[in-house]
């Protein structure tokens, strides 16, 4: 079996060969952070080592600038490299010690959506929906390929001016959350991709397993809590229509595998004869369209009741687990085993050792049925 590796890919217009060759030997620990909803953040930690002359290397050869462009690859065991990162440099932190050999350098970058959370600034987007803004934000960051599989909220300008007093980053999130949608971006090749819509609950990725046959999991996790908010609504005057405008519409997202686990909760509530939670949506747009859009949002976001965390062992798994994607759990029974989103991972390669943990959530309880449970890494391909 191939042992993991990890490659890091520095600017190589600037760094000398030989210094990009020493840097990689000098690496002791590379740790990636994807979600849903941030920023990718990488961490990195390399040896330092004092020279005759008295300098340090990395630190006094100018390695690592501020602002300046890195990528990470990793190779899983049995696995082909996945650039994990594209980003550049926000934090340098040397740490010294009277023992050399505890010396070292700590070095973060942030993947473009955390420079583009930096620094706020006003704008409009007049006549133009959701997505559209999103589009033309992501267009001055030099970004181009934006997937938005589903409609967005318009805004049209006699009703409503969209107007940002933020970051772009922040700005994305919020018209993201307010579609019910997940705004992310991660690298495409050379280029990044951007990621408009509802969680991606399409194709899974290999199976995740635990205590049967072919498991691959050091350890699982799960929780759901009860006392949690079933449903949004809203009542807001519009000064248009001179109307009293109401919204409590239903979630797009349909069940990925069984019965929803909302469903569940609110029927044993009222078993209990305990009243059903219901929240208020925040003012807004006084239009029934956009109202019903937050509502719906709001909703979705309230269905993800059941939450998973684990840890792969990552030599049986023969592959990568990646974060904005569906995988197939099992081995946890009828009831949990099925569909889950996966929405954050920690990718860590540390002393030659890969690790990685997870984060998901899911829809629904009990089997379905439809669950094509069976695929391998190895069938499935390197990821």
Not at 123 to 138: E, I, N, R, T, Y
Not at 139 to 156: C, F, H, K, Q, R
Request: proline content about 6%; overall charge negative; some cysteine.
């Amino acid at each position: 079996m191939p042992a993991p590796a990890v490659n890091l890919l520095l600017d190589d217009t600037r760094i000398d060969a030989s210094v990009r060759r020493a840097v990689r030997q000098a690496m002791s620990m590379a740790e990636v952070r994807e979600t849903d909803a941030d920023p990718t953040l990488l961490t990195i930690r390399l040896k330092l080592s004092q020279r005759p002359d008295g300098t340090w290397f990395p630190i006094d050869q100018d390695v690592f600038v501020p602002a300046s462009r890195l990528r990470l690859e990793i190779v899983a065991p049995g696995g082909r490299p996945v650039r994990l990162f594209d980003g550049r440099i926000t934090h340098v932190r040397p740490h010294f010690e009277t023992i050399e050999a505890n010396c070292y350098l700590e070095v973060i970058a942030q993947d473009i959506g955390g420079w583009m959370n930096v620094g706020d600034r006003a704008a409009s987007f007049p006549d133009l929906s959701d997505a559209a803004a999103v589009v033309a934000v992501l267009d001055e960051w030099g970004i181009t390929d934006v997937m938005a599989p589903s409609p967005s909220l318009d805004n049209p300008e006699r009703h409503t001016l969209l107007i940002q007093r933020e970051s772009d980053w922040m700005f994305l999130q919020r018209l993201a959350a307010r579609n019910g949608f997940r705004c992310w971006l991660e690298p495409n090749g050379e280029s990044v991709r951007a990621w408009f819509g509802p969680p991606d609950l399409s194709e899974p990725q290999p199976d995740l397993i635990i205590l049967q046959d072919g498991a691959n999991l050091k350890w699982l996790d799960l929780q759901y809590t009860a006392a949690r908010t079933i449903r949004h609504a809203g009542q807001q005057l519009d000064p248009l229509e001179k109307r009293v405008l109401m919204a409590e519409a239903d979630g797009l997202l349909a069940s990925a595998d069984g019965t929803e686990l909302v469903s569940e909760i609110a029927k044993s509530l009222a078993e209990e004869g305990l009243p059903e939670p219901e929240g208020w949506l925040p003012t807004g747009p006084a239009r029934s369209a956009a109202m019903e859009g937050r509502s719906r949002a709001a909703n979705d976001a309230d269905r993800f009741a059941l939450e998973a965390r684990g840890e792969i062992d990552t030599a049986l798994y023969r592959g990568l687990l990646r974060a904005r994607r569906t995988v197939l759990i099992r081995g946890v029974g009828s009831r949990h085993s099925g569909r889950w989103y996966v929405r954050a991972v920690r990718t860590a390669f540390q002393e030659g050792v890969l690790t990685q943990t997870f984060l998901a959530e899911r829809l629904d309880i009990d089997l379905s049925g439809r669950e094509d449970f069976g695929a391998s890494a190895e069938e499935e391909g390197p990821r």
